[in-house]
């Protein structure tokens, strides 16, 4: 799972100048011993020439004749050996012997495969073309590399592996185009076509299939499934409509995930914000919190992002150095997220959560401590039940799923155990600004907010009542560009008896955490 957490990169980056270094060693040692070759093949031929400049009776010296058979015996030996003795192997051996034993995992083909399928994802989300995304241009910026032919054809064959036709198609078509300009090509055109003939079929065009795999048994007269395809997609089609140009490329994306929300959510995520109600257009949106004995000297600046229900952000409340100290904290611990099974209430990876996390308690370090007791005076809600600070790390296309923070009646065992009633309310410190991507979004609010760092975002996911508020579905919308680092706190119901009693109304202006500035009239 090495494609999940940016942290992990980069120390395969270092691994990476590692390997690097090993090969330029091999090199020297291997250079070494092609000179000690290049010197025997010189001391051969001057022998030689002097031999031939003698002529025939060379031989007739006893001396002579000994030399040239032991030039041809046992020196001969030596040079086998030589030839023999490529370094090669220890060489191997060293780069194994590193990387079993480096703290550095290093990446095998799942994390290829979550890193191409991670492509896969952003460029559905955020709209990117295949052959701009396959040039390293991201929103019209350039950011990266190019791939090559063969790197476009490994997605394209991620996908495949995945059953995901939509994507290996546009892949395939691009590695296409892309080894027609190289030369030597990075990999063979019968490879590419017969990925590409496949998921043509499977998006329901036959035709193009056809065309395709005829071209495929054309240029690899001996391949072994060429000649079969034709004929099952000539019989499939049964001579029909065989005629004229051929018809365009049909190619949904297939719903494969269940997602209903998938839509709004990745419009969300990609900026896409529906205007706001008129009801609240005007409210005031900032104001700066005192309404506690410590925030008299220093006000914490409020940001109100929306009323009903609520939801702010608390900005500058945490510190670059508060910030680093966390991530350092939590860098060793971090593993791979884990999402609570509904049905058995176990926790288990899941491909809609895809991020490494670490709980950091209290006691570690003063600087927890100290944020611990700082969400106490922007939020006003007691922490004696709050969880410990959760502190995650998104990574190539990391990202969380439409979800709710609050359990609901039907789920098993949901912090039963902790005996501190619901999640009444979740803080969201942003650690990072990542450089595109990576929102926070309420898909069915029409929210969406960008990680700022240094501010918390705060919401309230139960109502009065003490009911979850279905509306505060939320989602983390797949980093595109840049690391995202956030914590959460999530505050329980227990404790907040008297800060936030349970009230008859479900009503949101209840909601307003300390000193609001007085609101305008509604218009
Ligand atoms: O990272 C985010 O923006 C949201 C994270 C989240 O919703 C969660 O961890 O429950
Ligand atoms: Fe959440």
Redesign the pocket.
């Known amino acids: 799972d090495l494609f999940t957490a940016i942290a992990d990169l980069e120390h395969m980056l270092g691994a990476e100048k590692g390997v690097a270094n090993v090969i330029d060693d091999y090199i020297v040692a291997e250079q070494k011993r092609l000179n000690d070759l290049r010197k025997y093949a010189e001391e051969y031929t001057s022998r030689n020439l002097h031999a031939e400049n003698v002529g025939p009776e060379f031989v007739t010296n006893p001396i002579n004749a000994y030399l040239l058979i032991k030039r041809l015996t046992t020196e001969w030996k030596k040079v086998e050996n030589i030839m023999l003795n490529n370094r090669a192997e220890g060489f191997i051996k060293n780069i194994t012997e590193t990387r079993s034993k480096s703290l550095v995992k290093f990446p095998g083909e799942d994390d290829l495969s979550g890193a191409a399928v991670a492509l896969l994802r952003l460029q559905d989300t955020y709209k990117l073309d295949t052959a701009d995304l396959s040039n390293g241009i991201i929103g019209g910026e350039k950011v990266s590399n190019k791939l090559n032919g063969h790197d476009t054809f490994e997605v394209g064959r991620a996908a495949y592996n995945q059953k995901d036709y939509y994507h290996c198609l546009m892949w395939m078509q691009v590695a296409l185009n892309k080894i027609e300009n190289e030369n030597p090509k990075s990999v063979e055109e019968s490879e590419i076509l017969e990925y590409l003939a496949y998921s043509l079929y499977q998006q329901g065009n036959v035709r193009r299939a056809l065309a395709l795999t005829k071209r495929l048994a054309k240029i690899s007269p001996n391949h072994p499934r060429a000649k079969g395809n034709v004929k099952w997609y000539e019989d499939m089609l049964q001579g029909k409509d065989m005629q004229g140009d051929l018809p365009p490329i049909v190619n949904k994306r297939v719903e494969w995930d269940g997602i209903v929300e998938r839509d709004a959510y990745e419009a969300l995520c990609r900026g896409e914000i529906p205007p706001v109600e008129p009801k609240w257009a005007h409210k005031v949106h900032c104001y700066l919190k005192r309404d506690r004995p410590f925030l008299k000297l220093a006000p914490i600046k409020v940001e109100i992002l929306r009323y009903d229900p609520l939801a702010v952000l608390f900005k500058e409340v945490i510190s670059d150095s508060e910030i680093a100290v966390i991530k350092e904290l939590a860098s060793p611990m971090l593993k791979r997220?884990t999402v609570q099974n509904s049905k058995t209430g176990e926790l288990e990876h899941a491909t809609y959560r895809i991020?490494k996390s670490a709980w950091l308690k209290g006691d570690l370090s003063p600087v927890i401590d100290r944020v611990n007791r700082r969400i106490e005076e922007f939020t006003n809600l007691n922490q004696k039940t709050s969880e410990e600070l959760?502190v995650?790390n998104?990574g190539l296309g990391g990202h969380?799923d439409p979800?709710f923070?609050f359990a609901r009646k039907e789920e098993k065992n949901a912090f039963k155990t902790l005996n501190t009633g619901n999640r009444i309310a979740?803080v969201?410190f942003y650690m990072s600004q990542p450089e595109r991507g990576?929102?926070?979004v309420f898909n069915q609010l029409g929210t969406a907010?960008f990680?700022s760092k240094n501010d918390a975002?705060f919401w309230y996911n139960l109502k009065r009542s003490g009911d979850g508020d279905l509306r505060t579905r939320?989602?983390?919308?797949p980093v595109l560009l840049g690391v995202?680092w956030?914590s959460?706190k999530w505050i329980h119901e227990r404790g907040q008896e008297f800060t936030r009693p349970c009230g008859l109304h479900e009503d949101v202006q209840e909601n307003f955490i300390g000193d609001l500035a007085p609101l305008p009239n509604d218009p």
């Open positions: 997220a991020s959760q995650a998104y969380y979800h923070d979740t969201l990576g929102a926070t907010v990680p975002l939320h989602a983390a919308c995202k956030v959460n």
